[in-house]
């Protein structure tokens, strides 16, 4: 159990903050595992009569469209198993092929079939390997990434610029916003002037006069950025 826990927090320390911090984090429940996956890396926990195995893998998506998406991977574990009178350790390696179907934004169902090669070695030097096909089928449930927050962010963005733009062109921004819009808008222009980039800069000195037409200031900086232009 201590491996379990040391394992989580590793990935979680430096998996999920330094790595893939673009990504989702996930929970699987399948039978009879559990898993931890931060794509393309997944840390996962499978019991079942006497024998515990700890495998990580990596995922590859070579498809994806709306609610499904396909991949391919590698997984390498470690066994240890206490069974039928014999007790030791192996090791598992396979290649796997899949798919998964989210049902919600947060809820998703995979399947995928992978051969795998097992060897394990009792304690008493019994050893065994060989081959096994192996089907995993698990629920898996997604927390709000990072990635989500920043297209919340730059929706939430996008629509306050369309209801100040609307306002705009309906002239129903109060004094208090007309005057904070003029400003940016006028700030980013001397900005712009600055850098050489005039016909940018005019760009923005015309935004202010949309907002107030008798901006003296703002015609005065436009004519002289057409005459740098030349």
């Known amino acids: 159990m201590k491996k379990i826990f040391f394992l989580i927090f590793a990935f979680l320390t430096f998996g999920v903050d330094s790595i893939f911090s673009s990504e989702r984090l996930s929970l699987g429940l399948g039978y009879p595992y559990f898993s931890l996956k931060c794509h393309p890396l997944e ?8 024998i515990d195995v700890f495998a990580g893998r990596f995922y590859l998506n070579f498809y994806k469209k709306e609610k499904v998406k396909a991949f391919t991977g590698i997984e390498a574990g470690y066994i240890n198993f206490d069974t039928l009178d014999l007790k030791g350790t192996g090791y598992e390696g396979s290649l796997f092929i899949g798919g998964e179907y989210f049902i919600s934004r947060k809820l998703s169902l995979l399947l995928d079939f992978s051969p795998t090669f097992i060897n394990i070695k009792s304690d008493d030097d ?9 089907t995993n089928f698990a629920v898996y449930y997604y927390f709000s990434g990072k990635e989500e927050k920043k297209k919340s962010i730059i929706q939430s963005t996008s629509n306050e610029k369309k ?16 005057k904070a819009l003029m400003k940016k808008h006028f700030n980013r222009a001397t900005q712009l ?3 050489g980039k005039y016909k940018e800069a005019i760009a923005e000195w015309k935004k202010v006069l949309e907002i107030d037409s008798a901006h003296t200031l703002s015609k005065q900086k436009i004519e002289k950025a057409k005459e740098m232009k030349r």
């Open 43 to 50: 840390l996962k926990y499978a019991t079942g009569e006497g």
């Open 126 to 134: 019994y050893k065994e390997d060989g081959i096994e096909m192996v």
């Open 163 to 178: 209801i100040i733009s609307e306002k705009t062109k309906e002239n129903k921004l109060s004094e208090t916003e007309k």
């Open 193 to 195: 002037y600055s850098e």
